[in-house]
């Protein structure tokens, strides 16, 4: 109890003396160009639409469960009845000739009926490469001739059922995004947070970008080295962050006390990176050493 105990006051002396350390940090901004999705093919750009999907009403089995959607024949009456459902609500969406007005009725019908999961969200489907889509959704949209904000496509069948879709955009691929980005941000005279309101998917963005200060030794050793390469005031090179590219700005560089969401950070992990730092220097100098035979 009493090796406990001391182990304890060692663990919370390690801990505080982590905290009460000023730490080296940046204020940053950055602008964040988007991947639709970790490892899709987005050379030829992305879309973004919402859909209302009408699913057939499918027969109950002999236990009195719901057959599955795959086993429906595709001649059962029950797909010409959404097909005739997405057709009135195509009909019916089309026929508002505002586009506001059609997007807020959109919305409201996807949330109202449509059986996908994206019904919750009025049917927004968000940014998507072509291939991330069952072949006839995408065709309807990458096939269209030069569809508009606030179309209406379809109803078109899939192996899910009939989808009613609202076109929203088209943009560049990722690669073209962030040239099109760098390209804007070497212009004289251009400033960072301009930028970064209207070409960053960040949700800071809208703000200019800022992302307050940030712990350099969190941030990952590209965007250190990134950093280190450019002067206050200065965009870094891209990094690529798995989930998109985001290109920085370094606004200020102190020591600094760390927040609270930091400190909490510090305070989960201190005590284990000063014990792993120890005992594998133990290792290193034989101080220590480990019975491969128990791992046998």
Avoid: C
């Avoid at 009493?2 to 505080?16: F, G, N, S, W, Y």
């Amino acid at each position: 109890m009493e090796l406990e105990a001391l182990a304890d006051r060692l663990e919370q002396h390690i801990t505080d003396e982590a905290l009460a350390t000023d730490y080296a940090q940046v204020r940053l901004s950055e602008i964040f160009i988007e991947r639709s999705s970790a490892g899709s093919d987005d050379s030829v750009g992305e879309a973004r639409a919402s859909h209302i999907l009408y699913q057939p009403e499918v027969p109950l089995d002999e236990e009195g469960e719901a057959i599955d959607l795959a086993d429906l024949p595709a001649d059962d009456p029950a797909w010409e009845a959404a097909e005739a459902e997405a057709q009135a609500a195509a009909d019916e969406l089309a026929a508002i000739e505002d586009i506001d007005e059609r997007l807020a009725a959109f919305a409201e019908g996807g949330a109202a009926e449509s059986d996908g999961p994206s019904g919750p969200d009025g049917g927004d489907l968000g940014w998507f490469a072509r291939e991330m889509m069952v072949a006839p959704f995408s065709d309807a949209i990458w096939e269209n001739i030069d569809p508009a904000q606030g179309d209406i496509l379809g109803p078109v069948r899939t192996q899910f059922g009939w989808h009613v879709i609202l076109f929203d955009q088209f943009r560049s691929s990722l690669d073209v995004r962030v040239s099109e980005v760098q390209a804007v941000l070497a212009e004289d005279g251009t400033e960072f947070a301009a930028v970064a309101r209207e070409y960053s998917d960040g949700p800071e963005g809208a703000e200019g970008g800022e992302i307050g200060w940030q712990v350099e030794e969190f941030l990952g050793d590209e965007v250190v080295v990134a950093l280190s390469a450019v002067e206050i005031g200065e965009p870094t090179e891209p990094v690529d962050g798995g989930d998109g590219y985001r290109i920085y700005q370094k606004l200020e560089e102190a020591d600094r006390p760390l927040d609270e969401e930091d400190a909490a950070e510090v305070r989960a992990s201190a005590f284990g990176e000063w014990y792993d730092e120890l005992y594998f220097d133990a290792l290193d100098d034989g101080t220590v050493s480990i019975d491969e035979s128990i791992y046998e």
